[in-house]
C-alpha cells in the first residue's frame, strides 16, 4: 500500500512539474513574439491614424499615437525584463504570463480608444474600410497570441468600440452590421480556443518527449560506461582518455600490444600525439561536437603512430561519457592493415565471387563468347551446364546464411573437382552455377559431366557438424545448335535446368524447343498472376477440421485456388513457385489473411459455435518482417476474434539460428492466436527446436499417414511422433485421412482432430456456409462422415491459403 502511495505522490508532481513547464514554455513562445507584434503595431497605428484624419482632427492623432508608442515600449522594457529572468532561471511563469496579458489589454484599450473620438454616422465606405481593416488586425492577432484571455482583450478592445458605434447610430444597415462584427468577435474566440486547446497537447506532447529522450540518453550512458570497462579486458584496442587534458589513463592489453606502450608510459601520451598527421587545434575542431553533444560518436579513419615511430592504419571510434568524474573519452581503435590489403585485393579481382573464388557472371559471360570463337576455330562444340542447387533456399533460411554459405564453398569444391583443366566454372549468382565444356565433337560428351556432377552432389554436405543433403539439377545447351548468343544459349541451359527441377530435381535435361514453350508458359502464368488479386481470380476453399470424440466440426483449412479466364484452373504447385520469384507472395498473402478472416467472421451468423479458421503462413512473410501487421490489419477489417484464427508454420521455421521468428510468434501468441506446425515430421523434427517455440497444435503430415495399415515403419513413426506430441501437452491434428482404417489408428492412439477427404474434400464458400447450416443440430455444428467416396479421384494438389512452395 506505502508503494501505491509513493506511487501516486511520483505520479502527481511529474504532472505538476509537467503542467508548470507547459506554462514556460507558453509564455515563452508569446514573449518571443513580443519585438514582431510591436513593429507590426507601430506601422497599423500609423495606418489607422491615417485612415481617420478626415473624422478626428490632427491632435488628437497625434496624442492617441504617442499613447500607442508609450504602451508598446513599456511591452518591449517587460519583454528585455524577461528575457533576463528567463536567462536567470524562470521562477515564477504565471506572474509572467499575467503581467504579459496586462500589456496586451493596454495596448489594445490604447488601439481601440481611437475609435471613441469618431462621432456616430450611418454607415458609409470609409466606416467599411475602418470595419475592414479593425477585423483583419485581429484576425492576424489570432496566431500571434496562443492565449485565450489575452486574445480575448484584444477582440474586445479593438473591435469592441467600433460595434458600439454601430448600435449607437441604430439605423438597420449600422445594427446588421454590428451583428455581423459580434458573430465574428465570437467566431475568432472560438478559433482561439481550439488553436490555444491544439497548441497545449502539441506543447505537452513535445515536453514529454524531450523528457524521454533525456532519460534514455542519460540511461544509455550509464550502458556505454559499464560496457567501457567490460571492454577494457578485450582484445579490442581501447584507451580510456581525459576529456579535459586528453591524456591517457589507460589502455587495454590490446591497445598496448600494438602501439608499444607499457601503462606506465602510456599514462604519459596524449591522444593527439598518437595521432599521426593531425595537429592540437585539427584535434580539438575534430571532436567538438562531442563536447558540444551535438553526436555521440566521432569517427575517424587515419595512422595510429606507435612508440617506436612507426604507424599502421587505423579507424578510430571516439564517444564521450560525461557522467564519469572527471568526463572521459571512450576510444575504440581498430587496425585495418589486413581489410585495406584485402580490399586492394578485391579490387584486383574484380572478376571472381569473393565467396567461392570461381569466375563472377561477367566474366563469364567473355569467357563463353571466346569459347565461341575458338570453337568456331576449331569447329568444336561448346556445352554449357547450368546448375541449381535443389532445396538451397530453404537450407539457406533454416540454418542461416553462415550455413549456406559453407554449403556454397563445398558446392564449388564439388564442382571444380569433375571438370579438366580446359573446363570452366562459375558462380552466376545465388546458388546458380555455370560450366562451360570446351572442344566437344559430340554433344553427348556433356552428359558425362552432368552424371558425375549429379552423382556427387547426392552426397551429404558437413555443415557445422551436420549432414544436409543438396542435390543439384542441370540443364545442357550446345553450340551452335542450341543458339550462337552468349545470352541465349545460357537462358537456354537455365530453361533446361528449370525443366530438370520440374522433373524431379537431382537430374539433368538437354534444352529443346518444347521446353522453351514450357518457359514461354511460365511468362504467360507469371503475366496473369499480377493482376489476378485485382481481377478477383484467386479465391479460397475450406476443408473442415473434425474433433474425434465430438464429431464437430471445430476448424477449416483455407486452401488457395486460381482461376483465369484464359488459362483457366491453375495449379497452386505451378503458380505459386511463379509468385514466390516474382516476388507477389506477400500481396498474395494479405490476400488470403483478409478473405479467410472475413469468411470466418460470417459464420458466426450461421452457428452459435463457429469453427476457427487455419492458414499456412509462409517463411517469406516471417523473413519479409510484415506477418504482425498483416494478421492484425486482416482481424480489424474483419472483426474477427484473433482467438479464431490459428495459423500454421513449418519446421524450417523453428530451426533458424535468427531471434526474430521466436518474436513474432510470442507476439502472435499475445494476441491469443493459436499456432500449429504443419506437415512435421517431413524436415528436422527435433525437440530441441519444439521447445523453444510457444506452439500448442502438432499436424502430422499426410505422407505418413497415407501409408497407415500398409507400411509398419509409417506406424511406428505416427506413434512416436503422437506419444512425443502428448509428452509436449500438444493438440494433434491428422492430415490426409482418407479411409477408415486410418481413422481408427489415429483414434485409439488418442489424435483429436482429423482432416481429410475421408470426411470432406474442400468445399466453396457456399458449399461450406451449407454444411455448417445443415450440421448446426443443438446450435453446434456436427459432422457425419460420407461414405463411398473416390477419396482420390476428387483430390486436387491442396497447397494451402498458405502460399509454401510445394
Not at 564519469?324 to 575504440?332: K, N, Y
Request: glycine share 6%; charged share 20%; net charge negative.
Amino acid at each position: 500500500m506505502l508503494g501505491l502511495v509513493r506511487h501516486s505522490e511520483l505520479e502527481d508532481a511529474r504532472s505538476t512539474d509537467l503542467d508548470e513547464q507547459l506554462l514556460t514554455e507558453k509564455v515563452d513562445m508569446l514573449f518571443k513574439g513580443t519585438q514582431g507584434a510591436v513593429g507590426t503595431l507601430l506601422g497599423v497605428g500609423a495606418l489607422f491614424a491615417y485612415l481617420l484624419l478626415g473624422r478626428i482632427d490632427l491632435v488628437w492623432l497625434v496624442l492617441w499615437y504617442v499613447a500607442l508608442c508609450a504602451t508598446l515600449l513599456g511591452r518591449l522594457l517587460l519583454s528585455r525584463r524577461y528575457v533576463q529572468a528567463a536567462r536567470a532561471g524562470l521562477k515564477n511563469p504565471r506572474r509572467w504570463l499575467n503581467l504579459f496579458r496586462a500589456a496586451v489589454a493596454s495596448t489594445t484599450l490604447v488601439l481601440g480608444s481611437l475609435l471613441l473620438l469618431i462621432e456616430p454616422t450611418p454607415m458609409d465606405g470609409q466606416q467599411l474600410l475602418i470595419m475592414l481593416f479593425l477585423v483583419g488586425l485581429t484576425a492576424g492577432a489570432l496566431a500571434r497570441l496562443p492565449d485565450l484571455p489575452a486574445f480575448s482583450t484584444y477582440v474586445v478592445f479593438v473591435l469592441g468600440p467600433f460595434v458600439g458605434k454601430l448600435i449607437w447610430v441604430g439605423n438597420e444597415q449600422s445594427l446588421t452590421f454590428a451583428a455581423l462584427t459580434v458573430i465574428l468577435m465570437l467566431t475568432l474566440l472560438r478559433f482561439s480556443q481550439q488553436y490555444n486547446d491544439i497548441l497545449e497537447k502539441t506543447l505537452r506532447m513535445q515536453i514529454r518527449n524531450h523528457r524521454l529522450q533525456a532519460e534514455l540518453k542519460t540511461e544509455k550512458s550509464r550502458l556505454d560506461n559499464r560496457l567501457g570497462r567490460v571492454l577494457n579486458d578485450s582484445s579490442a584496442e581501447i584507451l580510456i582518455v581525459n576529456a579535459r587534458s586528453l591524456r591517457c589513463l589507460q589502455g587495454n592489453s590490446g591497445a598496448l600490444s600494438s602501439l608499444g606502450y607499457s601503462p606506465t608510459a602510456l599514462s604519459h601520451v596524449r591522444l593527439p600525439e598518437l595521432v599521426e598527421g593531425i595537429d592540437e587545434d585539427a584535434f580539438e575542431q575534430l571532436i567538438a561536437p562531442l563536447r558540444q553533444d551535438k553526436t555521440d560518436f566521432i569517427f575517424y579513419s587515419g595512422r595510429l603512430r606507435r612508440a617506436n615511430g612507426s604507424s599502421y592504419p587505423a579507424e578510430l571510434r571516439l564517444h564521450l561519457s560525461s557522467q564519469e568524474v572527471p568526463p572521459i573519452i571512450v576510444v575504440t581503435a581498430l587496425d585495418i592493415t589486413e581489410r585495406n590489403a584485402h580490399e586492394q585485393k578485391l579490387s584486383d579481382q574484380a572478376n571472381y565471387d569473393q565467396l567461392t573464388q570461381l569466375p563472377n557472371r561477367r566474366y563469364m559471360l567473355s569467357c563463353v563468347q571466346q569459347g565461341f570463337i575458338r570453337a568456331e576455330r576449331q569447329q568444336s562444340q561448346i556445352a554449357l551446364l547450368y546448375m541449381d542447387l535443389d532445396h538451397f533456399k530453404h537450407i539457406n533460411d533454416s540454418l542461416g546464411h553462415t550455413a549456406g554459405d559453407a554449403l556454397l564453398l563445398q558446392a564449388a569444391a564439388r564442382i571444380r573437382s569433375v571438370l579438366r583443366a580446359s573446363d570452366t566454372a562459375a558462380r552466376m549468382g545465388g546458388d546458380e552455377f555455370l560450366v562451360m565444356l570446351e572442344g566437344l565433337h559430340n554433344g553427348a560428351h556433356a552428359q558425362v559431366v552432368a552424371d558425375k556432377l549429379v552423382n556427387t552432389f547426392k552426397q551429404p554436405f558437413e555443415l557445422d557438424g551436420h549432414q544436409v543433403f543438396a542435390t543439384t539439377s542441370v540443364g545442357i545447351s550446345l553450340y551452335p545448335q542450341d543458339g550462337t548468343e552468349v545470352e541465349n544459349l545460357i537462358q537456354n541451359a537455365d530453361t533446361a535446368m528449370y525443366e530438370a527441377k520440374t522433373n524431379g530435381r537431382s537430374g539433368y535435361r538437354y534444352f529443346s524447343s518444347n521446353m522453351r514453350q514450357e518457359a514461354e508458359k511460365r511468362l504467360i502464368i507469371g503475366n496473369q498472376l499480377r493482376q489476378a488479386i485485382s481481377a478477383q481470380e484467386l479465391f479460397l476453399v475450406y476443408q473442415p477440421m473434425i474433433d474425434l470424440e465430438t464429431q464437430r466440426i471445430v476448424g477449416a483449412e483455407a486452401l488457395l485456388r486460381w482461376n483465369n479466364p484464359e488459362l483457366g484452373m491453375v495449379s497452386p504447385s505451378e503458380f505459386i513457385p511463379i509468385a514466390e520469384s516474382m516476388g507477389l507472395i506477400e500481396a498474395i498473402g494479405r490476400f488470403v489473411m483478409q478473405t479467410a478472416c472475413i469468411e470466418a467472421q460470417q459464420w458466426e451468423t450461421l452457428v452459435a459455435d463457429p469453427p476457427r479458421v487455419s492458414l499456412n503462413v509462409s517463411s517469406q512473410q516471417f523473413r519479409n518482417g510484415n506477418l504482425i501487421a498483416c494478421v492484425d490489419e486482416a482481424l480489424q477489417i474483419s472483426g474477427l476474434a484473433a482467438s479464431r484464427l490459428e495459423l500454421e508454420i513449418t519446421e524450417s521455421l523453428l530451426i533458424q539460428d535468427s531471434e526474430a521468428p521466436l518474436d513474432i510468434i510470442r507476439a502472435l501468441r499475445e494476441r491469443a492466436i493459436s499456432l500449429a506446425l504443419d506437415d512435421f515430421g517431413t524436415g528436422y523434427s527435433s525437440l530441441s527446436y519444439l521447445k523453444r517455440f510457444p506452439l500448442q497444435i502438432l499436424k502430422i503430415d499426410r505422407s505418413f499417414i497415407s501409408d497407415i495399415g500398409v507400411d509398419k515403419n509409417d506406424e511406428a513413426l505416427v506413434e512416436a511422433i503422437i506419444a512425443m506430441a502428448k509428452s509436449m501437452d500438444l493438440h494433434i491434428v491428422g492430415e490426409g485421412v482418407e479411409n477408415e482404417v486410418q481413422l481408427k489408428f489415429l483414434r485409439e492412439r488418442g489424435v483429436q482432430s482429423i482432416q481429410g477427404y475421408f470426411y470432406s474434400p474442400p468445399l466453396s464458400v457456399s458449399d461450406f456456409r451449407k454444411l455448417l447450416q445443415t450440421n448446426a443440430g443443438d446450435l453446434n455444428p456436427r459432422f457425419q462422415p460420407v461414405s463411398h467416396r473416390n477419396h482420390r479421384a476428387h483430390r486436387n494438389a491442396e497447397t494451402p491459403a498458405a502460399i509454401e512452395t510445394p
